[in-house]
């Protein structure tokens, strides 16, 4: 993806000495954020003959693998058309050391230069400490730019010659876990290290470093990989909260969230993880009880922390399991519209036996068939519906997955479309009608008692959504996944496709023109 640009930052263990005034916008917003905290998203919900998704994975081998998938109807008979999917490689090749645990994606360049195509920043985090860093072209490569690449294992590839690597960071000291780019100006990461450090995009300065308590040693439990005398430690996730001025984190061997103000770059508080709540999410007397993930929704009203095989959901106060009880691996909160009806939030859930799940978690209302004697502290919501599984031949874990917007000539409506990648090396794309999601709430499926050890409910399985529409073999055991829709090429009054500059420029030229910072941040 270009020549190599060395970025290693020595500013790692600076720190906020100064207390800013409550009313001081915080570290990590600019002016690209509105006062809401909304950002701008990649890629454009024109309309589209052929929408085209840009999907990255990371993976086990230690490879980072960028492909698009280009959507078009095709007649299937005389009255009836069908959604297919072509896939494309960009780029694949070892990007580290060792296994690649996260990625990021930044919000697209904003410039007025029709000349100079939109790009958005990549960032891979992996077990080698190091985190890499490239430019990605957000408009697919047109016609006649670059000629497909011949492949011997017969599938078409065809490289953007407007991706660039950029350089890498490395200003942890252990593993990376997380990452996530709240604005175009700012990259939030956290480490192993019990550290969450806010860098600065324009010259990769590290402005902040927060530094979470490593926990206190209960024991040895069994699968321990802390070496002998530590104690395990760590952020597993974070996310910040709409407005920028919040951030939430859940760590290693804590039974705790921890609060962040992202004004002052301090500790905010501490929510404990009461032992009824633990025993209802199924971490039993021998589980760690850390949370593993968590998000907010758009609005920043209601988060949820993700554990081991269940989650809790904040507003209302209620628990997210999956039936049959599996394994969690990845959550997210997604918006759908029906026509005629306000704007609705559901949750969306990755198991370890290849669904996805989604649940609503308003209008709860507690488990009428749970015995009195073992009543759950927390009302159960029931699946509004799933998809994947054995009905649609997917059993392999799905590690992650994204959930985007579009529309195409043909189609009439705004669909979603779910890319998910699983740890068997495939990658799914589905397509689902926000009519399939309009439903009442299902009786509470597969409500367990707090003494259930099997996962086994006599209540009928979660009725299957969406259609399956497109599978690609990696060939690599995926760990983690991002996905965005590709800008429709700009094209000037006559109608001609206005072909972009290849060359960034230089590395200086390139970022002061895509960031902008605050001069409280500076």
Not at 232 to 246: C, E, I, Q, R, T
Not at 490 to 506: A, C, K, Q, S
Request: net charge neutral; hydrophobic share 30%; glycine share 8%.
């Amino acid at each position: 993806m270009g020549k190599r640009k060395r970025v290693k930052n020595e500013h790692c263990t600076s720190s906020l000495d100064k207390q800013e005034d409550p009313e001081a916008v915080s570290l990590i917003a600019d002016e690209s954020t509105d006062m809401n905290g909304k950002r701008p998203r990649l890629g454009s919900k024109d309309n589209n003959s052929k929408p085209t998704i840009q999907i990255i994975t990371g993976s086990y081998e230690k490879i980072l693998h960028g492909l698009t998938a280009t959507l078009s109807l095709q007649p299937e008979s005389q009255s009836r058309e069908v959604l297919e999917v072509d896939f494309a490689d960009n780029f694949l090749f070892n990007a580290h050391g060792s296994a690649i645990r996260c990625l990021a994606i930044s919000p697209p360049s904003l410039s007025e230069d029709a000349s100079r195509s939109q790009k958005a920043i990549l960032a891979s985090g992996s077990s080698d400490q190091i985190i890499n860093l490239y430019h990605l072209s957000t408009s697919p490569p047109q016609n006649g730019e670059v000629p497909s690449m011949p492949s011997l294992a017969g599938k078409r590839t065809t490289e953007n010659p407007r991706n660039r690597e950029l350089g890498s960071l490395q200003h942890h000291n252990s593993s990376i876990n997380a990452l996530y780019f709240p604005t175009r100006s700012k990259l939030l990461s956290a480490a192993e290290d019990n550290t969450i450090a806010i860098t600065r995009t324009r010259d990769w300065t590290v402005l902040s470093t927060i530094k979470a308590p490593i926990p206190k040693a209960q024991g040895r439990p069994s699968g321990d990989t802390a070496p002998y005398g530590g104690t395990p430690a760590g952020v597993n996730d974070f996310a910040v909260h709409p407005s920028m001025k919040l951030m939430v984190s859940v760590g290693k061997g804590e039974k705790c969230m921890r609060l962040w103000n992202l004004v002052t770059g301090k500790k905010a508080g501490v929510l404990n993880f009461e032992r009824d709540l633990l025993r209802d999410v199924g971490e039993g007397r021998w589980g760690s009880g850390e949370g593993r993930k968590v998000d907010w929704n758009s609005l920043g009203e209601e988060f949820v922390v993700g554990f081991e095989k269940g989650a809790v959901d904040s507003k209302p106060r209620c628990r997210i399991l999956p039936s049959p009880m599996t394994k969690i691996h990845q959550l997210r909160y997604f918006e759908f519209l029906t026509k005629g009806e306000p704007t609705t939030e559901l949750l969306a859930v990755s198991t370890e036996d290849g669904r996805i799940v989604f649940f609503s978690t308003k209008n709860e209302e507690a488990d009428a068939n749970t015995e009195s004697a073992s009543k759950p502290y927390l009302s159960t919501p029931g699946a509004v519906g799933q998809l994947g599984g054995k009905a649609d031949a997917t059993t392999s874990r799905i590690k992650d997955f994204e959930i985007l917007k579009f529309t195409a000539t043909g189609v009439p409506d705004e669909r979603v479309l779910i890319v998910a990648g699983s740890s068997d090396g495939s990658i799914r794309l589905w397509t689902l009608d926000d009519a399939q999601l309009k439903t009442e709430r299902q009786p509470s499926i597969g409500v367990l008692s707090a003494n259930s050890v099997d996962g086994k409910s006599d209540v009928p399985q979660t009725r299957q959504v969406g259609k399956l529409i497109g599978t690609y073999e990696t060939g690599n055991r995926i760990t983690c996944l991002k996905a965005f829709l590709m800008s429709s090429p700009l094209m000037d009054r006559e109608g001609t496709i206005i072909r972009p500059n290849d060359d960034f420029g230089d590395s200086k030229r390139d970022v002061n023109t895509t960031s902008q910072l605050d001069s409280t941040n500076s």
